[in-house]
């Protein structure tokens, strides 16, 4: 008689494996989306036997109870548990976006009998999230983390793999899941970098190295809980993620007063990813403090709205120096992934922002060899890094005499096609030590097709 796939699946069980499913994934859920992709796949049109067809269902199913179970999934499904816990289940279009930029193929990697592998993993210009199992030599037992959020690694390095710089990485912490057999050697987490202002961009077409050293796993219930250590250099090569998905949003005009301060805020530059919003505001000084707070409206296509705060990052006293404007560049990570087709709009105060559709297109300039000695402050300047949109203008230098640096005069000049110079001052950046950085933002809309090369000082430097 007739025999449906899905009677052949009912009642077996694979008792050889012990590798529970992905946390917050039932059986049930499991055999819904093997048959899922069973009948989304495409193959020539043959027949097949009953019992091949069975064979065929079987092997499936037998690969997804393994380790090869969370391949099954992309990263939209592997995140949905994590971003659950702070929000909605993500949506099919959230989902479809987060495999879109992320990525399922970094292999595990063993230390000291424990076993770090990672299951997904998703990033953006300023952000990094790991999916990660822990696993533990057999005997161990591991505590009860519960959703405890903490931070787990004694160290973190990252460095360029081709160039081996050191690359700032900004903040590490841990969200634990869920934990379907408690009491045994493993555990899931989602290991986390949020990264600030010039810090490494995760999807700059890089590869690079990220090193974990050492974890420690400290419950907070129940008080008297015990420490767990566990030594080990865990060095994963991340360079499978995509490029180019931040949108840049022409913000010139866009100011609002605050009621708090009394105050007029500018909003300077802001960027969107669908992990985070990197945004510069200035604002005069009349306080010590530095102002972080955005204020900035996400109107969607439905009508509803969602007001997001400011976030993470560092002030600047900007080319006026102190007792001027001040600037503030912070990170803002979203509690759920950002689908920008689903916004309409945003709105700065009474200043309407729309949203390009496009990825922010970049131009990078070819800085090597570009020392120049500016005999107005008696330094050498040495320009390490330029690169600019249509809007922005993001530098990195260093120089010799830290006293005489200044962010009024870079000594950049973007020069077009018909010989009209525009001056580039400091901006929002910083000077510290012996180097300087930062961004600065157009008052109009540069023409990308039109700039010919750059000035740095009496320094011609070329486009890539």
């Not at 020539?44 to 092997?59: D, E």
């Not at 999230?129 to 822990?134: H, Q, S």
């Not at 969107?272 to 409206?297: K, M, N």
Request: net charge negative; proline share 6%.
């Amino acid at each position: 008689m007739p025999v449906r796939m899905t009677d052949l699946l009912d009642g077996w069980e694979d008792g050889s494996v012990e590798l529970p499913p992905p946390a917050g994934m039932s059986p049930e859920r499991i055999k819904e989306r093997t048959m899922e992709q069973i009948r989304q796949t495409k193959r020539p049109r043959r027949r097949m036997g009953v019992r091949l067809l069975a064979c065929a269902a079987l092997a499936a199913v037998f690969t997804v109870s393994a380790m090869a179970a969370y391949h099954l999934w992309g990263p939209g499904e592997l995140f949905d548990p994590f971003f659950t816990l702070e929000s909605a289940p993500l949506d099919d279009g959230q989902k479809e976006l987060l495999d879109q930029i992320g990525a399922t193929n970094l292999p595990p990697v063993t230390s000291n009998g424990v076993t770090l592998t990672p299951l997904a993993a998703i990033a953006d210009e300023h952000t990094l999230y790991l999916r990660l199992r822990l696993e533990a030599p057999e005997g161990t037992v591991l505590p009860d983390m519960g959703e405890q959020e903490d931070h787990i690694a004694h160290g973190v390095g990252l460095v360029d793999a081709d160039t081996g710089e050191r690359l700032n990485w900004g903040m590490q912490k841990a969200r634990f899941l869920p934990d379907d057999t408690p009491g045994d050697n493993s555990l899931e987490l989602v290991f986390m970098l949020l990264g600030g202002p010039n810090g490494a961009n995760w999807v700059d077409g890089t590869s690079k190295t990220l090193t974990i050293t050492d974890l420690i796993l400290c419950p907070r219930e129940p008080e008297d809980a015990e420490k767990t250590y566990l030594e080990g250099e865990w060095s994963f090569s991340l360079d499978s993620f995509y490029q180019g998905k931040e949108v840049e949003i022409n913000t010139i005009g866009a100011v609002r007063w605050d009621e708090e301060t009394e105050r007029m805020v500018t909003l300077e530059g802001l960027t969107r990813s669908p992990l985070a919003a990197s945004y510069t505001i200035s604002y005069p000084v009349e306080e010590s403090w530095e102002f972080v707070d955005l204020q900035l409206e996400l109107v969607y296509k439905d009508g509803s709205s969602v007001t997001i705060d400011g976030g993470g990052g560092k002030g600047s006293h900007g080319p006026d120096g102190q007792g001027g404007t001040d600037y503030f560049t912070g990170v803002r990570n979203f509690d759920a992934p950002l689908d920008l087709r689903e916004l309409d709009h945003l709105q700065y105060g009474g200043c309407r922002l729309e949203i390009l559709g496009e990825p922010r297109a970049v131009v990078e300039a070819d800085t090597a060899g570009a020392v120049w000695y500016d005999e107005t402050h008696q330094n050498t300047l040495v320009l390490e890094k330029l690169s600019f949109s249509s809007l922005s203008l993001t530098y990195r230098m260093h120089y010799d005499t830290p006293e005489s640096a200044t962010l009024a005069d870079t000594g950049i000049r973007l020069v077009l096609a018909d010989g009209t110079e525009i001056p580039v001052d400091g901006g929002s950046g910083t000077a510290g030590g012996t180097f300087m950085e930062g961004t600065t933002y157009f008052d109009a809309p540069v023409p990308l097709e039109r700039v010919d090369h750059v000035l740095f000082g009496d320094i011609r430097v070329e486009l890539e």
